[in-house]
C-alpha cells in the first residue's frame, strides 16, 4: 500500500476556505502587510530571489508574508489524470475551472464530479462563472443528498440573478442525488455521506481512493450543545482518516452562544472529535469572513496549542486552510 | 468524577475533581445541575465554580458549563469560575469561554471544598 500511494500521490487543493461571503484583501490591509515585512526586514539584505523567498519562509508567520484568501468553498480531491473530483461550488471554483480548462487542453478528459455539501449561496455560487461548463465536450456530474440540488442551481441562474441560463449551458450536466449513509463508487473513488445539522440540513462526505487513503469533507455542520451524544457518529465517520476539513468558522464561545443555530463548528470541538477518530490531519476551513488573516492565524496559533494541550495518543496536524493550500495524502 | 457542593455564606460552591472528557462530561453536568438547583433552592444568587482540581477539561466540558449557565440563568444564579490552573486558563482563553463567564483567581476567602 506504501508503494502505491507514494507512486500515484492524492492531492487536496483548496481553491476556496471562506465563508458565507467571499471577501477580497483591501489596500489598506496589503499596505500594512508591506510596512511589517519591511520593518522585519529592516537591516538586511538579499542579493537573490531565493534568499528573499528564504527570508519569507523562514522569519514571517503566514499572515505576515501572505493571505488565506477570500474565495468561499471549493476543494478539488486530485486523483491523477483521469477524473476530477470537487467538493462544493464556491467562488473558489472559477480558479479551479480555469485550471481545468487548462489541463483539458493537455489531454485531460473533461469529467467533473462533483459533491454538494448543500445549497447555501456560498457553496455554489461559483458555478455560474464556472468555464468548463460553457464547453461542449464537458460531462458534468452533480452529486448531492437534497433532492432540490437541481432547482437551486437553476434558480440561480434565472435571469432576474444571472444573464446567463442554466439550460444554455453547452456541457452535459446530470445530477445524481445520493441517500445518506449510502455508499458509491465514482471513478473510483469511493464515498459515503452523512446528514449534519445545518439549516435545510447539509451532507459531509468520507472518500477512499484505491490505496485506502481518506478524506473527510466536513463543513456547515454544527455540533449543537444540546444533543452532544451524536458525536460518536461523527467520531465514527472521522475514523483514522488522512486528512479531515471541517467548518471551524466559530470560536466554541460564540458557537454555544451568540452564534448557536446558525449551523457551523468551531476548533475546539473539531480538535476533540478528531483525536477520538485517530485522524491524522486537520484542515480548519470555512473562515468567518469578519476575520482577517491576523485574526485567522491567531486562531490557528491557539487550535496547535489546544491540540497539543488536550493530546491523550497520536498527534493530530492542525492545518489552517488557505486559498492556493495543496494536501498531498 | 466526584464533586464537593460546600455553601459559605450566600454563596454555593462546586469543586469538581478530575479531567472533564469525553467519559466524564455527564458526571461533570449532573454536578452542576445539582449545584444550580440547590443554589435555586436555597436562594443563593451566585454559584462559583471551583476549577482548582480540574485537570483539563475537553468541549464537552466547556458546553455542560454553557448548559449550566443556561439552567442558572433561568433561575436567576450567578455562575462564577474560579482558581484555574495553567492549563485550564489557556483552555478558557482559546475557546473564548474566558469571555463568557467571570474567572476569578481565587476562591472567596473561606471558600473551597474537598471532596
Same mark, same amino acid.
Given at each position: ?79 491523477? *489524470? ?68 437541481? *432547482?437551486?442551481?437553476?434558480?440561480? *441562474? ?58 473527510? +469533507? ?57 483525536? *477520538? ?28 496549542? +489546544? ?23 | ?115
Amino acid at each position: 500500500m506504501t508503494d502505491q500511494r507514494a507512486a500515484d500521490p492524492v492531492a487536496v487543493r483548496f481553491w476556496g476556505t471562506r465563508g458565507t461571503l467571499p471577501v477580497a484583501t483591501t489596500a489598506g490591509q496589503v499596505r500594512s502587510k508591506i510596512v511589517n515585512v519591511l520593518m522585519s526586514a529592516s537591516g538586511k539584505s538579499f542579493s537573490n530571489l531565493e534568499e528573499a523567498n528564504r527570508f519569507i519562509d523562514h522569519e514571517l508567520y503566514f499572515a505576515a508574508g501572505a493571505s488565506y484568501g477570500g474565495a468561499t468553498s471549493c476543494v478539488e480531491i486530485d486523483c491523477g *489524470q483521469d477524473a476530477f473530483f470537487i467538493c462544493d461550488m464556491g467562488s473558489g471554483l472559477q480558479g479551479f475551472g480555469r485550471d481545468a480548462t487548462l489541463q483539458c487542453r493537455l489531454g485531460r478528459p473533461k469529467k467533473y464530479n462533483f459533491f454538494l455539501s448543500h445549497m447555501h449561496w456560498d457553496h455554489i455560487m461559483g458555478f455560474p462563472s464556472f468555464l468548463p461548463a460553457f464547453d461542449p465536450g464537458s460531462e458534468i456530474v452533480i452529486h448531492a443528498c437534497h433532492g432540490d440540488a437541481e *432547482q437551486a442551481l437553476r434558480r440561480q *441562474q434565472d435571469e432576474m440573478f444571472f444573464p446567463d441560463a442554466f439550460d444554455s449551458w453547452a456541457a452535459s450536466i446530470r445530477f445524481v442525488t445520493l441517500e445518506p449513509g449510502e455508499e458509491a463508487e465514482v471513478d473510483g473513488l469511493h464515498v459515503v455521506t452523512m446528514r449534519q445539522h445545518h439549516p435545510h440540513e447539509s451532507f459531509g462526505y468520507r472518500f477512499r481512493d484505491r490505496a485506502g487513503r481518506t478524506m473527510v +469533507y466536513s463543513t456547515d455542520s454544527e455540533h449543537n450543545i444540546d444533543d452532544m451524544d451524536k458525536e460518536a457518529a461523527f467520531v465514527g465517520f472521522f475514523e483514522d482518516a488522512d486528512l479531515v476539513i471541517c467548518d471551524t468558522m466559530y470560536s466554541l464561545a460564540e458557537a454555544s452562544s451568540t452564534k448557536e443555530h446558525r449551523g457551523h463548528s468551531s476548533n475546539v470541538v473539531a480538535i476533540d472529535l478528531c483525536h *477520538q477518530a485517530r485522524a491524522k490531519r486537520l484542515a480548519l476551513f470555512h473562515h468567518d469572513p469578519f476575520h482577517d488573516d491576523e485574526v485567522i492565524q491567531r486562531l490557528h496559533d491557539d487550535s496547535i496549542r +489546544y491540540e497539543s494541550l488536550t493530546r491523550d495518543g497520536a498527534p493530530l496536524e492542525v492545518l489552517c486552510a488557505y486559498d492556493g493550500l495543496e494536501v498531498v495524502l | 468524577m466526584e464533586a464537593a457542593h460546600v455553601r459559605t455564606g450566600d454563596v454555593l460552591i462546586v469543586t469538581p475533581i478530575g479531567r472533564v472528557d469525553e467519559s466524564t462530561w455527564k458526571e461533570f453536568d449532573d454536578h452542576l445541575a445539582t449545584g444550580v438547583l440547590q443554589a435555586s433552592r436555597e436562594s443563593l444568587a451566585k454559584l462559583i465554580i471551583d476549577l482548582s482540581r480540574i485537570d483539563y477539561m475537553s468541549s464537552r466540558g466547556l458546553r455542560a458549563l454553557t448548559m449550566a449557565k443556561h439552567q442558572a440563568q433561568a433561575v436567576d444564579v450567578e455562575i462564577r469560575l474560579a482558581a484555574p490552573n495553567d492549563v485550564m486558563r489557556e483552555i478558557l482563553a482559546i475557546s473564548r469561554y474566558d469571555r463568557l463567564f467571570p474567572i476569578d483567581d481565587a476562591l472567596p476567602v473561606g471558600g473551597g471544598g474537598g471532596a
